[in-house]
């Protein structure tokens, strides 16, 4: 029989991080000064943003490519053995 504890308890961990990270990223957001530290983020060259008479598409790639980059850079130094 398979042992997934060890798989469920990372993912569950997973969830966690991305779950913070998530909070702060929303918070940081709605920062109320005017020289927000992260308002670049979202508005980055790259990011598409289509708009149309009724209709707006908007999709952060160059964001989303930046946050994964980062992400696997944490993972790398946080699970290295």
Sequence with gaps: ???L???GKFLILLGL????????LTLLGRWPVEGNPLGWLGRLPGDLFIKRE???FYFPFTTSMLISVLGC???YFF???
């Design 73 to 75: 850079i944490l993972l």
């Design 54 to 56: 009724h209709f707006s």
């Design 79 to 81: 699970l290295r053995h």
């Design 17 to 24: 991080a991305v779950m913070v990270m998530g909070g702060v």
């Design 1 to 3: 029989m398979l042992d």
């Design 5 to 7: 504890s060890g798989l």
